[in-house]
């Protein structure tokens, strides 16, 4: 079994920042990919970002590209997503995923889910 544990979201004007980081525990990840959704009010749940287990591919939506970067820390079971230039329309509880594979995929068909991160921008 799998733990993650988001942090770092909170309450940021537009054009501000925040890093989001998800710690995982309870089995080694360095094989498995992991990604970063979001879920706003009234609206389903949508993929942001993702990267592979080695950190070599990355995915991330076109709404935030250039804006959001994904990165990972194997040897802290971490992952991050950087989020610069934000805007209102980012406002959402963000999540992090993983995935029992190696790919990316923009499905929510990951195994291992966190409680959530509330991010809010303020216009």
């Known amino acids: 079994q799998v733990q993650l544990v988001e942090s770092g979201g909170g309450l940021v004007q537009a054009g501000g920042s925040l890093r989001l980081s998800c710690a995982a525990s309870?089995?080694?990840?360095?094989?498995?990919?992991m990604a970063w959704f979001r879920q706003a009010p009234g609206k389903e749940r949508e993929f942001v970002a993702g990267?592979?287990?080695?950190?070599?591919?990355?995915d991330v939506r076109d709404s935030v590209k250039g804006r959001f970067t994904i990165s990972r820390d194997n040897t802290k079971a971490t992952v991050y997503l950087q989020m610069n230039s934000l805007k209102p329309e980012d406002t959402a509880v963000y999540y992090c995923?993983?995935?029992?594979?190696?790919?990316?995929?923009?499905?929510?068909?990951?195994?291992?889910w966190g409680q959530g991160t509330q991010v809010t921008v303020s216009s």
């Open positions: 990267i592979s287990g080695g950190g070599g591919m990355t």
């Open positions: 309870g089995r080694p990840i360095g094989w498995m990919a």
């Open positions: 995923a993983l995935r029992r594979d190696n790919s990316v995929i923009r499905a929510a068909a990951y195994e291992y």
